[in-house]
């Protein structure tokens, strides 16, 4: 024991400067002190004014809380600057990582996201000072927090759009339309990508880092998480496998290659505005072909020569037309010719091994 | 060429002098009597005969000779001009380029491919190297027609080139001859089939290569005329071909003039443009013996190299 003491001490001060906050210890709220706070905020008329003349409304919904996955906590456990009452007009903002870190002593679902969120386009610019970028809270709930598998959760897939959508207006507008937004807002299939689905969670970086998963470099392995399986786009009417097409055009070869100049999936289909081919909106539409590939520094000029053939082209697949034939072709060109001079090479290989077995000196 | 004798009716007149008997002028009478008398598939007959012969002989001085190579006396044949040789060496160059940095598009997912890529530049630069490296293929092309067009030279060798039936008579006794069916190895002019096939390929892949490489080098221009179905088709072809083409250099050419074990670790003739006189006894008899028969030499005639060869 008394070797293990400084060891422990010293655990637990490496643990209390990983952590600068210590976690609270659980309890279940004194109903006398929740009360004491509803005082106040539990008015629904409760309000701060400022002196613009635009009202904060300060009411807190006593009944979401309950609802909340963190009913049993009192508010001073979130709330910690409240020492008093009253308490300071302007508090902290609420720091989740109080209890939700690795190894936390209080059950909370360990945050291993939070590394990912201070790397994240929201966490740079929140840490950089910019109030406007999210916070946990601003996506989670505050008060209504609800585990992301419930329904009513503000990250519930068939919610997650309208959640970014608070902040990012024009491409929810842009999506709800969208082939994927319509069939996840509308229909509720929620095998329909929400933006968390191409974009990713707590590490959202901008499209034009390569890390992002968005980025020109990963946005077909994005896409190919539902369109590279070929049940996926059976399923939903897409007859060939777009994902592993593409990879073999020069678009997608450069792209593989590492080539952000050239086109990739977004760059076509467009990133938010998704919609199948036959839609006379849709980007991919043959009347919008040339628009689409005439932009600026991909083929000026592009006309209707550009939609006059398939896309997304399976050389092996019937469907491709000429393709096929013309691969068919190669394919029984180059292997009746490598047979035959393979079978050259190998009877002359034979003849000479013969000639040497027989140990004849002389050479043919 | 009217007055000369023949090859055969030489080979008739030696034969009768030295198997029958007949003195020198007598032998030579008979054989040209023979030699325009005789039925064309007797001729054919006579001239397997000897040649069966001939091998004969060979094979039993062979086995007295200790080298076949050091019996020719170290003899060797100017094969190949300078300009021949440059044009295989600009096109082998090019060729290289081209299917370092074409290959990879074709196996993009392959890790190499992507390093391969980077190696000469990336994907926004290799696509330069292998413009500039197309152009010399174009500009070698270019330059054989007008060789094959505007030479002496060119023009007897693009004759001897040309395919007869000769050639598949040769394949198919060169088969027979793999098989064990028959002891004699066809008897090749200064191009064999297997050569003969080699030239034509190229020709082939010359055409599909740059033609559809045109197409995608040029897109944007072409797709102002022609639909995309057009350029997908020269998208398949160029990197169908291109397969095809890399295999057959890297499998066929390689084994003739690099793995073959008469010929490891490679045939020198590409850049001497030299042929020993044994090889060329072997390879090239009807050559040679047209050579050393003392006719005059045509344009695209071998001719023996005046200084020594000796050791090489």
Not at chain 1, 205 to 220: F, G, M, Q, W
Request: charged share 20%.
């Amino acid at each position: 024991m008394r070797t293990l003491a400084p060891l422990a001490s010293a655990a637990l001060a490496a643990a209390a400067a990983a952590q600068p906050v210590p976690a609270p210890t659980p309890a279940p709220p004194p109903a006398a002190e929740v009360r004491q706070c509803g005082i106040c905020h539990g008015r629904r008329e409760f309000k701060q004014v400022d002196a613009d003349g635009t009202a904060r409304t300060l009411w807190v919904d006593e009944r979401e809380l309950r609802r909340s996955v963190h009913s049993k906590w009192h508010c001073i456990d979130c709330h910690a600057d409240v020492d008093r009452i009253p308490h300071p007009a302007r508090l902290a903002k609420v720091n989740c990582q109080r209890c939700h870190f690795p190894g936390n002593p209080v059950g909370a679902p360990e945050d291993v996201n939070y590394e990912g969120y201070v790397k994240s386009v929201h966490g740079r610019l929140r840490l950089a000072g910019n109030l406007k970028a999210p916070a946990c809270q601003d996506c989670h709930g505050a008060h209504g927090v609800v585990k992301h598998t419930d329904p009513a959760s503000q990250v519930h897939p068939t919610r997650v759009p309208a959640t970014c959508g608070r902040c990012h207006v024009q491409i929810f507008a842009e999506y709800t339309t969208s082939a994927h937004g319509i069939s996840l807002l509308e229909k509720g299939n929620t095998e329909a990508p929400s933006c968390s689905a191409c974009h990713g969670e707590h590490g959202i970086l901008p499209a034009k880092e390569n890390a992002s998963a968005v980025s020109a470099t990963h946005i077909p392995e994005t896409c190919s998480t539902c369109h590279g399986m070929t049940e996926f786009n059976l399923r939903y009417g897409i007859p060939i496998n777009p994902v592993r097409t593409f990879r073999h055009t020069f678009h997608g070869i450069a792209n593989e290659l590492g080539s952000a100049r050239v086109a990739n999936c977004a760059s076509c289909h467009t990133a938010h505005n998704v919609l199948s081919a036959s839609d006379p909106r849709s980007t991919v539409n043959p009347a919008n072909i040339p628009t689409t590939c005439g932009r600026a520094g991909c083929h000026p000029g592009a006309n209707a020569n550009y939609a006059r053939g398939r896309f997304h082209i399976d050389p092996s697949s019937r469907d491709a037309g000429i393709i096929y034939w013309v691969a068919l072709f190669f394919k029984i060109l180059t292997i009746s010719t490598l047979a035959g001079l393979g079978m050259h090479i190998l009877l002359d290989l034979a003849k000479k091994l013969r000639h040497r077995h027989h140990g004849a000196a002389t050479r043919d | 060429m009217t007055d000369q004798p023949s090859h055969l009716e030489k080979a008739i007149a030696e034969q009768l002098h030295s198997a029958h008997g007949l003195d020198l002028e007598a032998a030579a009478r008979r054989a040209a009597d023979m030699q325009h008398r005789l039925a064309p598939r007797f001729a054919t007959w006579v001239r397997r005969e000897l040649t069966i012969l001939e091998s004969r002989d060979r094979k039993r001085s062979r086995a007295q000779a200790p080298r076949p190579r050091a019996a020719a006396g170290g003899r060797e044949f100017q094969r190949f001009s300078l300009n021949v040789r440059l044009q295989h060496a600009v096109m082998a160059v090019s060729v290289i380029f081209l299917i370092l940095t074409g290959l990879p598009l074709k196996f993009s997912d392959l890790a190499i491919s992507k390093g391969v890529i980077n190696f000469f530049g990336g994907p926004d630069v290799s696509p330069i190297v292998h413009r500039v490296a197309a152009s010399f293929l174009i500009f070698v092309g270019l330059w054989h027609l007008a060789y094959i067009a505007l030479t002496r030279e060119g023009r007897a060798h693009f004759m001897l080139l040309l395919p007869r039936p000769q050639d598949a008579r040769d394949a198919w006794q060169q088969i027979n001859y793999f098989l064990g069916r028959t002891d004699q190895r066809p008897r090749f002019d200064k191009f064999s089939y297997v050569e003969k096939f080699d030239y034509w390929a190229v020709y082939w892949g010359m055409v599909i290569m740059i033609g559809s490489g045109t197409v995608l080098w040029f897109t944007n221009q072409f797709l102002k005329v022609f639909p995309k179905w057009f350029t997908d088709i020269a998208k398949e072809a160029h990197s169908d071909e291109a397969l095809l083409a890399t295999l057959a250099i890297v499998i066929w050419h390689f084994y003739n003039v690099h793995f073959n074990p008469h010929k490891f670790p490679m045939n020198p003739t590409f850049i001497t443009g030299r042929i020993s006189e044994q090889e060329m006894i072997e390879e090239h008899p009807l050559e040679w013996e047209r050579i050393t028969s003392g006719a005059p030499l045509g344009p695209a005639d071998s001719r023996p190299v005046e200084e020594k060869g000796g050791q090489r």
